[in-house]
């Protein structure tokens, strides 16, 4: 859908940002990044079910490329924490 082409196209454009920023010395724009990328990824998390169950709580439909994609976006949060100085926690 729609949120996941954006999601994609937000991931893609990761290196121009990380380019911008260093060429600028401006670590705010990996900042703005990070909360623009946050807020899309939220989109497409609550639009698009990765697993789907049965009346018995059973998984009955696993949908692997958002999964997938989901994965993908976990990783670039990662490298975008790590670059902006926060520690990731696992729960709270």
């Not at 975008?80 to 709270?92: A, M, N, P, S």
């Amino acid at each position: 859908g729609e949120s996941g082409r954006k999601l994609i196209f937000y991931i893609l454009s990761y290196s121009s940002v990380l380019s911008r920023s260093v060429r600028e010395l401006g670590p705010h724009h990996i900042c703005q990044y990070l909360y623009q990328y946050v807020k899309q990824l939220t989109k497409y998390y609550d639009e698009n079910k990765c697993l789907e169950f049965d009346a018995n709580d059973n998984i009955v439909t696993c949908n692997s490329a958002v999964v997938r994609l989901l994965y993908l976006a976990s990783m670039l949060i990662q490298q975008l924490f790590y670059l902006v100085g926060l520690q990731i926690i696992d729960e709270i």
